[in-house]
């Protein structure tokens, strides 16, 4: 047995070391109370306390007032347990095999970059709602090197908090952690916040990112449902905007040139290790110009219960060369509990499975996409190559503009002579021997294009709903004719969009 002077103490500097030390980029405050409110939105969906669909992360990043506030409609937690629970530090009753948050320390990352913080919650049949606050300058003082070296973690902790008990409905149930006289210019600005979180939260894709059924489709043959939730951002509460992933099938790649891409098609792959499904994946095949220009798309990104693990450079390693991870956009999503986020959500703990997960990477994914850039950089260069990639991707954009619909009938008439014009083009065009399959199957699936262009009748006004009365959508049939004739296709989708979106009353 210890005795009292062999007794184990935990410095107060320890404190320092789990938030500021174990975070360096303070915007990873946003992912930790994310992913702590996930948790709790999926334990209160599974208790049936929330219905379906009525799940709900709200952030408000106030600049004007340095104030940043987080709320999730979960389970909270109960009077008896709050106190208990938010005041163990690296201690924690969840688990990583069904828990984003495990560890017990991202709930007071907050502490660093703020004046107060304070956590609200109370929890389902209770008519009691704890509120914990913490004065985080007078914790800043005591943490001064040289002074009060006779205070351990727990006697830091106690001094700086304060805890009341206020009534609350019985049906309430929800955690919200409010951040005052916020310090950190870069949390506080919005666009930056909403960047950030696009990239490292559970959130599902643009309605405009064209692959998204797909990918969901095949996650889903392969039994897995991904985790999607709701999560809104604004500078006031009367001005919250849903956030999406930033995922997008068009885009710009080289960096110096910035070149218009896209994703032609999509690969999905299934990582299996000795028998076990580890991970479900999907990457963009594109034309492979370089670098894709935009960060917050490049990269295959890693996540586990859909939230970002490390950044877009973390798979570097699985390429022979690490610059063509950022040649690629994808996702992968890690299933078996064997690969163990560590405590700074950079990376996994890098056991035995994790080692043998990146060496299947290498031999499979990485190794496929260096060999797609390598031969695809040859044909740029061969004549007879960039007219099949040319007409490839009008394929392509053919196919996906008969999914989204046409701006007008000048748009489909339009298209109707360049798949024509390439069909000719194509037809003339001589190739060597090992293009000639590639050459005939793209001149079957430039016939079958288009004929699907010209049996559709899928116009974006169509989308337009039922309360706006036949004459008036004759004057936009019109109109969008008009636009197509004197502006460019990219310009026209944005206007007919924001104008099939107002008229129907809401945000696409």
């Known amino acids: 047995m210890l005795q009292m002077a062999d007794a184990i103490q935990v410095g107060k500097y320890t404190l320092e070391s789990l938030t500021t030390g174990m975070y360096s980029d303070p915007k990873i405050i946003y992912r930790e109370y994310i992913q702590n409110?996930?948790?709790?939105?999926?334990?209160?969906?599974?208790?049936?306390?929330?219905?379906?669909?009525?799940?709900?992360?709200?952030?408000?990043?106030?600049?004007?007032?340095?104030?940043?506030?987080?709320?999730?409609?979960?389970?909270?937690?109960?009077?008896?347990?709050?106190?208990?629970?938010?005041?163990?530090?690296?201690?924690?009753?969840?688990?990583?095999?069904?828990?984003?948050?495990?560890?017990?320390?991202?709930?007071?990352?907050?502490?660093?970059?703020?004046?107060?913080?304070?956590?609200?919650?109370?929890?389902?049949?209770?008519?009691?709602?704890?509120?914990?606050?913490?004065?985080?300058?007078?914790?800043?003082?005591?943490?001064?090197?040289?002074?009060?070296?006779?205070?351990?973690?727990?006697?830091?902790?106690?001094?700086?908090?304060?805890?009341?008990?206020?009534?609350?409905?019985?049906d309430r149930h929800y955690f919200t952690v409010e951040m005052f006289d916020v310090s950190n210019s870069e949390l506080l600005n919005i666009d930056v916040a909403k960047n950030y979180i696009s990239q490292v939260a559970p959130l599902p894709y643009k309605p405009r990112f064209f692959y998204s059924d797909s990918i969901h489709g095949f996650l889903r043959e392969n039994n897995y449902e991904v985790e999607e939730f709701p999560i809104f951002v604004g500078d006031s509460v009367n001005d919250m905007e849903p956030v999406y992933k930033p995922n997008r099938h068009r885009y710009h790649a080289d960096r110096n040139k910035k070149k218009n891409d896209e994703i032609l098609s999509l690969q999905t792959f299934r990582v299996e290790i000795e028998g076990e499904l580890y991970a479900l994946g999907w990457y963009g095949k594109s034309n492979w110009l370089g670098s894709l220009s935009e960060h917050e798309i490049s990269g295959i990104r890693v996540r586990k219960g859909n939230i970002l693990i490390g950044d877009n450079r973390t798979l570097n390693s699985i390429f022979k060369e690490s610059r063509f991870n950022g040649w690629t956009q994808g996702e992968l999503f890690v299933l078996t509990d064997k690969l163990i986020p560590n405590a700074r959500r950079d990376d996994f703990e890098q056991n035995e499975a994790y080692y043998k997960f990146i060496s299947s990477l290498q031999d499979s994914v990485g190794s496929d996409i260096t060999k797609i850039?390598?031969?695809?950089?040859?044909?740029?260069?061969?004549?007879?190559?960039?007219?099949?990639?040319?007409?490839?991707?009008?394929?392509?954009?053919?196919?996906?503009?008969?999914?989204?619909?046409?701006?007008?009938?000048?748009?489909?008439?339009?298209l109707l002579d360049q798949l024509a014009i390439a069909e000719e083009t194509l037809k003339k065009t001589k190739v060597r021997d090992d293009l000639k399959h590639v050459k005939e199957q793209l001149q079957h699936q430039l016939s079958e294009t288009k004929e699907d262009v010209s049996d559709s009748n899928n116009y974006k006004i169509n989308k337009v709903n039922t309360g706006v009365d036949r004459r008036s959508k004759k004057i936009l049939a019109i109109v969008s004719n008009i636009l197509s004739e004197k502006l460019s296709k990219p310009l026209v989708d944005d206007i007919i969009e924001e104008i099939v979106t107002v008229l129907n009353g809401k945000k696409i």
């Open 373 to 414: 850039i390598r031969e695809t950089s040859v044909l740029r260069n061969d004549t007879s190559a960039k007219v099949i990639t040319e007409i490839q991707q009008q394929v392509s954009e053919a196919t996906k503009t008969v999914a989204e619909g046409f701006n007008s009938s000048v748009d489909k008439n339009r």
């Open 37 to 170: 409110s996930v948790d709790a939105l999926e334990n209160a969906s599974a208790t049936n306390q929330i219905t379906p669909g009525k799940e709900r992360i709200e952030i408000l990043v106030d600049e004007e007032n340095s104030y940043i506030s987080f709320s999730d409609n979960g389970t909270g937690i109960s009077s008896v347990r709050a106190v208990p629970t938010l005041m163990n530090i690296g201690s924690s009753t969840k688990r990583h095999s069904n828990n984003r948050g495990f560890r017990g320390i991202g709930r007071l990352g907050g502490m660093s970059y703020c004046g107060k913080l304070v956590f609200t919650t109370s929890a389902e049949n209770e008519i009691t709602k704890t509120i914990i606050e913490f004065d985080c300058k007078k914790l800043r003082q005591l943490l001064v090197p040289g002074a009060n070296e006779d205070m351990d973690l727990t006697t830091v902790l106690e001094s700086v908090k304060s805890v009341k008990r206020e009534e609350e409905r019985r």
